[in-house]
């Protein structure tokens, strides 16, 4: 099972951009997908995930502002990001819990992406 995420760069203080992560390999389900976000020097932080079927779970500082979305057909997560700020810059890290074909169920993650937000 791999995490192929893309979408990241640079971009201006209240620009807009749209990460996209697409999951494959032996995938029987998947039960959750997101993404997290960590910039230099922080942890690793959850900026919006969402059970299979459920609400998603935004980091407070990005609602409003960043939407998600899940094409479950297609196993790919999406991440709007509009009116970034400065404090958005960090490397983007798809995330997914999975279940494979032999039904064991692991978490994954991609490679990341870095997302620039200059002032």
């Known amino acids: 099972v791999q995490l192929q995420a893309c979408g990241g760069g640079l971009v201006q203080a209240g620009g807009s951009l749209r990460l996209s992560c697409v999951a494959s390999?032996?995938?029987?389900?998947?039960?959750?997908m997101g993404w997290y976000r960590q910039a230099p020097g922080k942890q690793r932080e959850l900026v919006a995930v969402a059970p299979r079927g459920g609400l998603v779970n935004f980091l407070d500082s990005v609602k409003g502002r960043f939407t998600f979305s899940r094409d479950t057909a297609r196993s790919t997560a999406y991440l709007q990001m509009n009116s970034l700020k400065s404090e958005d810059t960090a490397v983007y890290y798809c995330y997914a819990n999975i279940q494979d074909l032999s039904l064991q169920t692991d978490d994954y993650w991609g490679q990341g992406t870095q997302v620039t937000v200059s002032s």
């Open positions: 390999g032996r995938i029987f389900g998947i039960n959750s």
